[in-house]
């Protein structure tokens, strides 16, 4: 596989959770690059994109924290690169989303009432959403202090 059949499957990958297909190429591009950072027009062109699209994209990613904006001294533009640590921050940003899963199931179970299977479905949900929230910030911290010896 070539880097711009990476960047490509990068693209579908993060479209299909939610960003848009430009900004799933930038991710792409900024984790199989030489360089470690871009300027907005030199993505742009390397992606083959107008530079409105790239604009729209690298706010999408700067806004959800997957990439960091900077200037170097001296320098006319600002540059992107992937945010410090992006992957274990996103991972723990989807800790509240956990929460959010878990109280939904708490309010389908008292708007179901004593429906057995209805509540079993339910109770799934939030019991799965319960264990999640109580084992992955540990996992997390686990990933946290062994990565830095790889």
């Given at each position: 596989?070539?880097?711009?059949?990476?960047?490509?499957?990068?693209?579908?990958?993060?479209?299909?959770?939610?960003l848009s297909r430009?900004?799933?190429r930038?991710?792409?591009?900024?984790?199989?690059?030489?360089?470690d950072s871009?300027d907005?027009?030199?993505?742009?062109e390397?992606l083959g994109?107008?530079k409105?699209?790239?604009?729209?994209?690298?706010?999408?990613?700067?806004?959800?924290?997957?990439?960091?904006?900077f200037?170097?001294?001296?320098?006319r533009?600002?540059?992107y690169r992937?945010a410090e640590?992006?992957?274990?921050?996103?991972?723990?940003?989807?800790?509240?989303?956990?929460?959010?899963?878990?109280?939904?199931?708490?309010?389908?179970?008292?708007?179901?009432?004593?429906?057995?299977a209805?509540?079993?479905?339910?109770?799934?949900?939030?019991?799965?959403?319960?264990?999640?929230?109580?084992r992955?910030?540990?996992?997390?911290?686990?990933?946290?202090a062994i990565?830095d010896?790889r």
């Open positions: 596989m070539s880097v711009d059949e990476f960047v490509e499957s990068a693209g579908l990958f993060y479209e299909r959770l939610g430009t900004s799933g930038v991710m792409g591009w900024l984790l199989a690059a030489e360089a871009a907005a027009p030199e993505l742009a390397a994109v107008a409105s699209s790239m604009s729209v994209a690298l706010r999408q990613l700067e806004q959800a924290g997957l990439v960091e904006r200037r170097v001294r001296g320098a533009r600002d540059r992937l640590d992006v992957f274990l921050r996103a991972f723990r940003a989807k800790l509240a989303e956990f929460e959010g899963f878990r109280a939904l199931a708490e309010q389908g179970l008292r708007a179901v009432g004593d429906d057995p209805r509540r079993r479905r339910l109770e799934l949900m939030r019991d799965m959403y319960a264990f999640m929230m109580d992955f910030p540990r996992l997390l911290d686990e990933w946290d990565k010896r």
